[in-house]
């Protein structure tokens, strides 16, 4: 039997498994040995052990986020707010680079479109899939399910944007479903939370927190920002100068593009901004 490990609770373990229901498993004391600790996220191999089953096995993880900390991601959607509080495009863009440094599948989110106009232009461009929600009037969520369908993924966003409201939206009838196994791990009696993932019988697994830590931005080698923008792929090496960082270098192949409206100038013009962020932060560590 094979599932993924959707909640842990003082060495409890919740499998969701592969053939439906969810099972509350131990994992024993084999892992500890080894140094590994199951985490949400898992995919785990189980034997029945009466009512409940044991973990007997961790399938190899494709990745292991920090925050949240769940194994297996598949996807981050960047939630961005089209109202109050305004968009915050700078914010977007770094947890967009932290995603490709994780280089996982990344979505766009503008949500509270019932408040305002902010249409993630500059993420189209950029080759990223973008949606238009509001958690209010329900609009777009339906399209943003079908995204998150067969997929792990979590949000993440700006406080406010309508990240908990969202995932509100798209799991009404899953929290219905878990409830019983909730009773049986004894939650609420912990008052520590972790991560958590969140079943959704339409196919989908999201985190029940939101995720990323821009410290992971701090020790970004400044060269390398570039890599993590998808739209400037199609010209490297079309610049004048080898290693030309799109920054204020002549002859950028990428600063025409922008000129032509191939990609986002906005975008382009926040990027040489955190570059140069990035650059002193890089000098001071490093001097
Ligand atoms: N008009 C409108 N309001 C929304 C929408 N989505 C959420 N809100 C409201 O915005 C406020 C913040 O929503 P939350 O879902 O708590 O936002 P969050 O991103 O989870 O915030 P944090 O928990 O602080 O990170 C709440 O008052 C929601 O009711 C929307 O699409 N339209
Ligand atoms: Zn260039």
Same mark, same amino acid.
């Not at 080894?34 to 996220?41: D, E, I, R």
């Not at 399910?145 to 995932?167: C, D, H, M, N, T």
């Not at 958590?196 to 989908?204: D, Q």
């Given at each position: 039997m094979t599932g993924i490990i959707v909640r842990g609770v003082g060495g409890f373990y919740e499998v969701r498994k592969a053939d439906g229901g969810a099972i509350t498993c131990k994992a024993g004391g084999r892992f500890r040995k080894m140094g590994m600790k199951p985490m949400v996220g898992d995919r785990v191999e189980l034997e029945p052990d009466g009512e409940m089953g044991f973990i007997v096995k961790i399938l190899p993880r494709k990745n292991a986020m920090v925050r949240p900390p769940v194994a297996n991601v598949d996807q981050a959607v960047v939630v961005i707010s089209a109202g109050n509080p305004p968009p915050d495009y700078e914010l977007a863009d770094k947890l967009l680079v932290m995603g490709?440094? @994780? $280089?996982?599948?990344?979505?766009? #989110?503008? !949500?509270? #479109?019932?408040? $305002?106009? /902010?249409?993630?232009?500059?993420? /189209? @461009? /950029?080759?990223?899939?973008?949606?238009?929600?509001?958690?209010?009037?329900?609009?777009? @969520?339906?399209?943003?399910?079908?995204?998150?369908? $067969?997929?792990?993924?979590?949000? /993440?966003?700006?406080?406010?944007? $309508?990240?908990?409201?969202?995932? !509100?939206?798209?799991?009404?009838?899953?929290?219905?479903?878990?409830?019983?196994? !909730?009773?049986?791990?004894?939650?609420?009696?912990h008052t520590t939370r972790k991560a958590e993932l969140l079943y959704s019988p339409e196919g989908f697994y999201v985190a029940d927190t939101p995720g990323f830590s821009l410290l992971s931005l701090e020790a970004m080698e400044p060269e390398r920002l570039k890599e993590f923008y998808p739209e400037f792929a199609p010209y490297e090496g079309e610049c004048r100068f080898l290693g030309c960082n799109h920054g204020r270098e002549p002859d950028c192949a990428v600063a025409a593009a922008a000129e032509a409206g191939e990609i986002s100038k906005a975008r382009l013009m926040r990027y040489r901004k955190l570059l140069s962020e990035i650059g002193e932060m890089w000098r001071n560590r490093y001097g």
């Amino acid at each position: 039997m094979t599932g993924i490990i959707v909640r842990g609770v003082g060495g409890f373990y919740e499998v969701r498994k592969a053939d439906g229901g969810a099972i509350t498993c131990k994992a024993g004391g084999r892992f500890r040995k080894m140094g590994m600790k199951p985490m949400v996220g898992d995919r785990v191999e189980l034997e029945p052990d009466g009512e409940m089953g044991f973990i007997v096995k961790i399938l190899p993880r494709k990745n292991a986020m920090v925050r949240p900390p769940v194994a297996n991601v598949d996807q981050a959607v960047v939630v961005i707010s089209a109202g109050n509080p305004p968009p915050d495009y700078e914010l977007a863009d770094k947890l967009l680079v932290m995603g490709e440094m @994780l $280089g996982i599948e990344l979505a766009v #989110c503008i !949500n509270k #479109c019932d408040e $305002g106009a /902010a249409d993630g232009r500059d993420y /189209a @461009l /950029a080759g990223y899939p973008v949606f238009r929600t509001s958690a209010k009037t329900g609009e777009g @969520l339906g399209a943003l399910k079908e995204q998150l369908k $067969g997929k792990v993924s979590f949000l /993440a966003g700006q406080s406010g944007v $309508g990240k908990s409201s969202i995932l !509100n939206q798209l799991l009404t009838g899953a929290e219905l479903e878990t409830g019983r196994v !909730n009773e049986k791990l004894g939650r609420g009696r912990h008052t520590t939370r972790k991560a958590e993932l969140l079943y959704s019988p339409e196919g989908f697994y999201v985190a029940d927190t939101p995720g990323f830590s821009l410290l992971s931005l701090e020790a970004m080698e400044p060269e390398r920002l570039k890599e993590f923008y998808p739209e400037f792929a199609p010209y490297e090496g079309e610049c004048r100068f080898l290693g030309c960082n799109h920054g204020r270098e002549p002859d950028c192949a990428v600063a025409a593009a922008a000129e032509a409206g191939e990609i986002s100038k906005a975008r382009l013009m926040r990027y040489r901004k955190l570059l140069s962020e990035i650059g002193e932060m890089w000098r001071n560590r490093y001097g």
